[in-house]
């Protein structure tokens, strides 16, 4: 009993005595900077580092929203000495959002003379897009994030003290009273602690040690070419040999085997840096930036921008190849006389993409947050990592596109994929048993997602497509209901099994040359028509109609398709031409083996530098090409490690087990 109330009265007291220091070091910064006693250059640079202005440049350009102030000046700042000759406090870089109790405001902003109190409220109407605002509280906090440095010693409530006193400078001459609001978990200071690894992130350095071990011992076994271990074991290890992936993964055989679909390896790689190069654009609307409203604007005015506004293009093309070889696979094991079995299907396909994926989520759940640091750092990085934490395993069931909030971002995809495979069995079935009612299922199960996808954006008005400036104001609409919708996201992803039935019968097609040209030119025609009039709905004169957007919503995605069908059939029959080589081509090979690790990676990447950014940028076309092909260098070392640690070794051990060729056997007939 003695000993609990001793730890509790030591507590409080050790609470008591940091909320003391704290005031204290408050009171001295304002007493410095309110002139009650001389200057000091700790309490000026302070200030120095935060966010001062009410309303800085470029408001209407959401310059307002993220205010960074000067991370680094904040972290170097050390306060006055101690007795022992020791800084009291260092420097504490915080956010916060601005509040304002509103008093006097609300009584002078109807007088005449009140110039600059209407400009405010006229800018704070267009910034919140709220118009009124003011009229529904006495106290409103603006959804923006700020900077303060205050002392280290303080908790929240002393780095609001600070903030207050910051925002009251510029508050007094329009009527208004300070009263910002802190946001939770965004302070850092060195030596905060923040930095020790936690049980997950050290669990993970020890599996990448152990990792790295294997690799390392595999890698030997594979160049000594030792004996002595029985041969699963032995296949186990050589699984993970370095020498034996990374020749596997620039190996590119001079002729491909007649099953082989060499073209796919193109369309993948190109669709991996359409991707790329789409969100190397899209990281322009994370702040800080100085432009992001008349960059977008004129962007989405450039005709030559249209591959980047529908980008979106690109993933269809990955719903398409994986509608593609979920059939073609099979039927072609089922040509040879071997059997379709559902519960392998299932297995491997689900351990196969989710071993790389749960690699993923582990490390941003865990070690990711503690590879850098910035004034972003805690919006971005260390929110996704407390999303990671509370859905890793809606993650690795792929519910997240429909359930909770997605911790890897881009595994929407991979979520609407995976049910679409997990379904395909009732397709692949009827196709190798009665492929008449197979494809029969497959045409109404086609025009059912298209009359759905219809009717949804018809009924509920949405618009064409993912829009960037949307008059219908339905974009999170759009979103919510359409964007990660499993049924009307499978247009492609049916076509291309439909294309997958069709090439796996081997049927012979002989065209004369007219006829070839014909087809090249309707192709291109589809897909550059699907690319190039998303234009049309970023117009100045354009006028929003629910039948116009359903007919596009609905028809884009079976055009596209149609259009990737005509360019895979005729590369398989001998009609591709100069583009079959392109596609073919042996450095999009290796890219193609590579693309799996690369989505899985390259929004790391992306967030991860953005979050770093000390200063606030005018970006440009120019500026965005120089970031993606910085991104392509940063990537690549990630991607390496997934693939050749996890992703190829997992792969092959699959294989092995499944019975499916692999690196170990070195067989000719892998597509993927």
């Known amino acids: 009993m003695k000993t609990a109330l001793y730890l509790i009265l030591l507590v409080t007291t050790s609470t008591l005595t940091v909320k003391c220091d704290c005031d204290a070091d408050v009171q001295d910064y304002i ?30 350009e959401l310059s307002t929203a993220i205010q960074i102030a000067n991370f680094d000046e904040c972290l170097a700042v050390s306060g006055p000495l101690d007795t022992t000759g020791h800084p009291r406090f260092t420097g504490q870089y915080c956010q916060f959002s601005p509040g304002y109790d509103l008093g006097n405001f609300l009584r002078n902003i109807s007088q005449p003379s ?10 704070m109407h267009l910034i ?29 409530e002393g780095v609001k003290r600070v903030a207050d006193f910051n925002m009251q400078f510029f508050a007094n001459g329009l009527g208004l009273q300070a009263n910002t609001s802190v946001v939770q978990q965004s302070c850092y200071y060195d030596n905060d602690g923040s930095r020790n690894l936690d049980a997950a992130s050290w669990s993970f350095v020890v599996c990448v040690v152990l990792l790295v071990l294997v690799i390392l011992f595999g890698t030997a076994l594979d160049v000594r070419n030792f004996k002595k271990l029985p041969g699963w ?99 072609m094991e089922s040509s040879k006389g071997r059997s379709f079995n559902v519960f392998k299907y299932y297995a491997y396909r689900y351990l196969r993409i989710t071993l790389p994926l749960a690699f993923v989520t582990w490390y941003l759940s865990s070690v990711h947050a503690y590879l850098g640091n910035g004034p972003l750092w805690a919006i971005y990085v260390e929110t996704g990592k407390q999303l990671c934490v509370q859905n890793w395993l809606p993650t690795l069931f792929y519910i997240t596109n429909y359930f909770y909030q997605h911790c890897v971002t881009q595994a929407w995809y991979l979520c609407v994929d995976m049910q679409l495979a997990l379904l395909s069995p009732l397709i692949i079935f009827p196709l190798i048993k ?27 008005q949405l618009p064409w497509t993912a829009i960037f400036f949307d008059s219908t104001g339905k974009s999170q609409r759009f979103y919510d209901i359409v964007y990660e919708n499993t ?38 025609a589809l897909l550059t028509g699907v690319v190039f009039i998303v234009l049309v709905p970023y117009r100045d004169d354009f006028i929003y109609r629910p039948l116009e957007a359903a007919f596009y919503a609905s028809l884009h ?49 992306i967030i991860g530098s953005q979050s770093t950014s000390r200063t606030v940028n005018n970006v440009t076309n120019f500026e965005v090409l120089y970031w993606f092909s910085a991104f392509l260098i940063l990537i690549l070392p990630y991607t390496l490690f997934l693939y050749l640690a996890v992703e190829m070794p997992s792969m092959q051990i699959l294989r092995s087990a499944f019975g499916k060729s692999g690196v170990i056997k070195r067989s000719k007939e892998a597509i993927n």
């Not at 250059?41 to 120095?48: V, Y």
């Not at 654009?281 to 249209?306: C, G, I």
């Open 31 to 60: 007493n410095s900077l309110s002139g009650e006693t001389s200057p000091q250059m700790w309490s000026l640079e302070m200030f120095d580092s935060s966010t001062k202005f009410p309303l800085p440049d470029a408001t209407l």
């Open 114 to 123: 009140s110039t600059v109190q209407s400009a405010m409220s006229s800018m």
């Open 128 to 156: 919140t897009r709220n118009s009124n605002i003011f009229n529904k509280a006495q106290t409103v906090v603006l959804p923006f994030f700020w900077a303060v440095c205050a002392p280290s010693s303080c908790g929240p």
């Open 233 to 331: 074991l032995e296949n186990i290890f050589l699984a993970f040999s370095l020498k034996r992936n990374f020749d596997e993964l620039v190996r590119v055989p001079e002729k491909l085997a007649p099953s082989q679909i060499g073209c796919v390896h193109g369309i993948r790689a190109l669709s991996m840096l359409w991707i790329v190069f789409c969100h190397s654009y899209s990281s322009t609307t994370l702040p800080p930036f100085f432009n992001v409203n008349l960059f977008l604007s004129e962007v989405s005015k450039s005709w030559y921008m249209a591959p980047l506004l529908n980008g979106f293009m690109a993933v269809d093309s990955f719903f398409f190849l994986s509608g593609l070889l979920s059939v073609y696979v099979p039927l």
């Open 434 to 460: 009665w492929p008449r009612y197979g494809l029969a299922a497959l045409a109404l199960l086609t025009a059912a997602s298209v009359a759905g996808l219809f009717a949804v954006t018809f009924v509920e």
């Open 487 to 524: 049924p009307l996201r499978a247009t492609p992803y049916l076509c291309g099994m439909g294309l997958g039935y069709v090439i796996a019968q081997k049927i012979k097609v002989r065209l004369p040359k007219w006829a070839v040209l014909v087809g090249w030119l309707v192709s291109l």
């Open 557 to 605: 995605r079976l055009v596209w398709s149609l259009g990737l069908c005509w360019i895979v059939w005729a590369c398989v029959n001998g009609f591709g031409g100069f583009i079959n080589d392109i596609l073919t081509w042996k450095y999009f090979q290796i890219m193609s083996k590579l693309s799996f690790s690369a989505y899985l990676v390259h929004l790391c990447v």
